[in-house]
Each structure stands twice: as C-alpha cells, then as structure tokens.
C-alpha cells in the first residue's frame, strides 16, 4: 500500500474472529461425525458382503470428509485471513481477498458521520459494526470490526487532526483572506 507524502498508518486490522466460531463448530461435528462413521466402518462384526467394500467406504467418507470441511471451514477461515481494515492518517480502507485483492477507499476527509450497532454477541466480544455515511444516502458498513468504539474514537481524531484545505476541497481555510485581497 502506498502512503501519499506526510501520511502513516493509525490502525490495521483483521475483522473480529468470532466470525469463525460456527465454521469451527461445523468443523468439529464433521470431524466427529468421519471418525464414527470410520470407526464403525473398522469394526470386527462387519457381515462379509461388507468386508470387500470398506476400502472404498473409508476412502468415501474421508473424501467426503475433506469436501465439506473445506467448504464450511477452509473458505471462510481463508475470506477471514484476507481481509484487513486499514486506518490511515488520511483514509480508511478495506482489503479483500488473497488471490483476487478488492480494495475499497473511502477518504477521511469525505466522512459526515460515523454510527456503531452491536449484537448481544458482538458486545461481549467488542466488536461491532461501523456505518461510515458519505452523504446523499450513501452509508457503507463494515462488519465485525473489532473493538469498535475505540476504532471509531481513532477514526474521529484521524479527521480532526486533518489539515482544513482537505476538509475543504483544496480551499486554503487557513491564509489569511485580507492578504489575497491586497495583492
């Protein structure tokens, strides 16, 4: 990522991991659900019309096995990792993706208000959801950004802390208006 000249980062991060807690669950009964599906499959009673067939059963569940947990634990743990919220001096961005990388950059300076909704669940963690609305009904929302509230107190310093000419569009609020008028 590159900074623009007298730019630094204030904040990265990843969204919280309490995203991943039911892919994980999901993943524990898969496992469960293989391992006593394997462990009947190796049991001394099988009847002998069975017997020629296990090889292929346990190759069976085990294939089945690697599918499921690569689709409800390997994805989202993998859209998890690649994701980042950076929080710079003069910009907030969103990062997805390790093969295929989205960016999405919203400037501080174009932020009219900042707005925090948290579940029951997000608050005992303390995470949340930040709405950035950029005027004219446009509010993005980024999921799960962790410890929200302090995220948001970061942000709003971030742009109070930025120079009047880039709240302004490039209006110097600054000079002094009488020395343009005696040139």
Sequence with gaps: MKLAP?????????PHPR????????ALVVLAS????????????????????????VILVCALALLILLRIFVRPVMRWWGMRYILTSRRFIRRQGLSTRREQEVALASIYQLDTSQT????????????????????VVYPDVPQVHTFKEFMV???????LTVMF?????????LHHLED
């Design 120 to 139: 029951l669940l997000q608050r005992s963690t303390g995470s949340g959801n930040l709405a950035v609305d950029l005027g004219r009904d446009r509010v």
């Design 157 to 163: 310093e971030a742009i109070g802390e930025l120079p």
């Design 19 to 26: 995203s991943l807690l039911m892919p994980f669950i999901g």
């Design 34 to 57: 293989s391992g006593f599906g394997l462990g009947l499959l190796s049991r001394a009673g099988l009847p002998p019309a069975m017997l020629e067939w296990v090889p292929l059963a």
């Design 169 to 177: 569009d490039g209006v110097d609020m600054e000079a002094d208006p």
């Design 6 to 14: 007298g730019e630094h980062v204030i904040v990265r991060t990843r």
